[in-house]
């Protein structure tokens, strides 16, 4: 038996749209992105939202409309993907990398520690779908006078306080690559219920232009649009869009099949005092992006020799999230010591949950870790 550590979940129905608006002849942003974004936004409760090419151009177009540029300082946690604190520098500020609690997200009393008058902003992470304490952070933001903005990457299916994730702060940012829980291929999409980010937002991911080619394309008049301020290009396309409005419909299915391989998860190895496993506490729901297991101290084998022995058996398994302070990019930017993410990082175990996972995969992940175990 092979068994990868994730997989997309795609079927015809993604194929069949993505085909049906090729032949529309209308193939990069258009009525698929508006419709894609439309649906995204009442899936979320959010006023707006807008797509984009990936969750890194999402970040770095919230860091723009927050009007964060050099002198600002931004607080993220280092222990993320390493696209979290690179859109801090995209804009020139400094990214100042804390620590995460024993749920893998942002520590909040670390946080407090690092705001100096500089900080403008508190970028948490929903770490692999795991909401943050995003209350304590918006009471912290109004308390200090900071943005928050939200890398909700991981995070699309997932729920805090009763509300899904997107609905709750001004800049919420996500992904669909297909190492999360829905994908485009690559893209992305901010959420926002602010109409002066919204507006700002959809001038910036398309070259500052006034007038979008889709009204250019429906005007009975000639139109002649001028380019308001330096832009990007960070489109998302029609047929990737397509994919999405396909993948959003499932979203809600996919997150509960995740959810039942994570309880089996939990079942299975909640009696081994020497693992930590993931805590969903009182008004958190994770879609379960990933499954991170940390390998106490007195585990009786090693996180590396367990992800050998595993893949011997055909079970791919990944480390942990990476701490974004130890690689080679940040060397002599920060000089952050941060011993709980690193610990953490370096003794945690990313198990294989995808959907469709049969029992029978589930059986055999589950009862070759625990003879390796013991
Ligand atoms: C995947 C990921 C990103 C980057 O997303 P892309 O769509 O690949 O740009 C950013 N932050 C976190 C936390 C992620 O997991």
Redesign the pocket.
């Known amino acids: 038996m092979k068994i990868p550590v994730a997989k997309p979940y795609l079927d015809k129905e993604e194929a069949q749209n993505a085909y049906d608006t090729i032949l529309t002849g209308w193939v990069t942003q258009g009525p698929k992105v508006s419709e894609f974004e439309e649906k995204f936004a009442t899936y979320t409760g959010a006023k707006y939202a807008v797509a984009v090419s990936?969750?890194?151009t999402a970040?770095h177009l919230a860091m723009i409309v927050a009007q964060i540029s050099d002198n600002d300082e931004v607080i993220c946690p280092s222990m993320?993907?390493i696209?979290?604190a690179n859109c801090i520098r995209y804009v020139g500020a400094k990214a100042v990398l804390v620590e995460v609690n024993e749920d893998y997200n942002i520590d909040i009393e670390d946080v407090k520690k690092k705001i100096t008058p500089k900080t403008k902003a508190i970028l948490i992470?929903h770490q692999v779908g795991m909401p943050a304490d995003i209350e304590a952070f918006q009471a912290l933001c109004k308390e200090k006078n900071l943005i928050l903005i939200e890398?909700a990457?991981?995070a699309a299916g997932s729920a805090y306080k009763g509300h899904k994730i997107g609905f709750h702060s001004d800049l919420v940012c996500f992904?669909?690559?297909p190492?999360?829980v829905i994908t485009t291929g690559?893209g992305?999409m901010i959420t926002t219920s602010n109409s002066a980010y919204y507006e700002r937002m959809k001038l910036l991911r398309q070259h500052g232009m006034a007038i979008n080619d889709q009204i250019r394309h429906n005007s009975t008049q000639v139109l002649i649009t001028d380019h308001l301020e330096l832009g990007y290009n960070y489109r998302m396309t029609d047929i990737q869009a397509a994919v999405g409005i396909k993948q959003l419909e499932k979203l809600d299915w996919i997150v509960a099949e995740r959810r039942k391989i994570a309880f089996k998860y939990h079942e299975a190895l909640k009696n081994f005092d020497f693992l930590h496993l993931p805590i969903e506490k009182d008004g958190y729901f994770s879609n379960f992006q990933s499954y991170s297991v940390y390998l106490k101290k007195n585990c009786p084998i090693s996180r590396d020799d367990l992800m050998q022995k595993m893949l011997d058996l055909g079970i791919s398994t990944r480390s942990g999230v990476m701490t974004t302070h130890r690689e080679t990019a940040y060397k002599g930017y920060s000089d952050a010591k941060l011993p709980f993410s690193e610990d953490r990082c370096d003794r945690s175990i990313v198990l294989p949950l995808y959907v469709p996972m049969s029992d029978v995969e589930i059986d055999f992940v589950i009862e070759n870790l625990i003879k390796l175990l013991k």
Request: proline share 0%; net charge neutral; charged share 20%.
């Open positions: 990936n969750c890194t970040l993320s993907y696209a979290t992470v890398d990457a991981c992904s669909f690559h190492r999360k690559d992305g």
